[in-house]
Nanobody, 121 residues
Framework: QVQIVESGGDLVQPGGSLRLSCNAS??????????MNWYRQAPGNERELVAT?????????ADSVKGRFTISRDNAKNLVHVHLQLNSLKPEDSAIYLC???????????WGRGTQVTVFS
């Protein structure tokens, strides 16, 4: 099992910044390589993949956030720590941001409960 806990969501004005954090913990984290993802979901919208970082540090972003969001990770024993830096925020970035860990060998997913980001004028 992998336990996922997110933090860092807040209310922020357009143009502002936030730093989201995600801790993925469990003994399995040190056994398998894991790709970490940030998704977001706004009311009435489908869940959207925002950013991905592999075990080797390769990253990928949704077109809507390229140049504004940055994903990073630190690997430790039984723990993966992932950050998502959100800059130049827009009202359309408002959503629940969910951290996801996917085991590379099996594709099995683990999810956190999410952290709310609200961008308002």
């Amino acid at each position: 099992q992998v336990q996922i806990v997110e933090s860092g969501g807040d209310l922020v004005q357009p143009g502002g910044s936030l730093r989201l954090s995600c801790n993925a913990s469990g003994s399995i984290v040190s056994i398998y390589t894991i790709t970490m993802n940030w998704y977001r979901q706004a009311p009435g919208n489908e869940r959207e993949l925002v950013a991905t970082i592999t075990d080797t540090g390769s990253t990928n972003y949704a077109d809507s956030v390229k140049g504004r969001f940055t994903i990073s990770r630190d690997n430790a024993k039984n723990l993966v720590h992932v950050h998502l830096q959100l800059n130049s925020l827009k009202p359309e970035d408002s959503a629940i941001y969910l951290c996801n860990a996917q085991l590379d060998v099996t594709g099995k997913d683990f999810w956190g409960r999410g952290t709310q980001v609200t961008v308002f004028s």
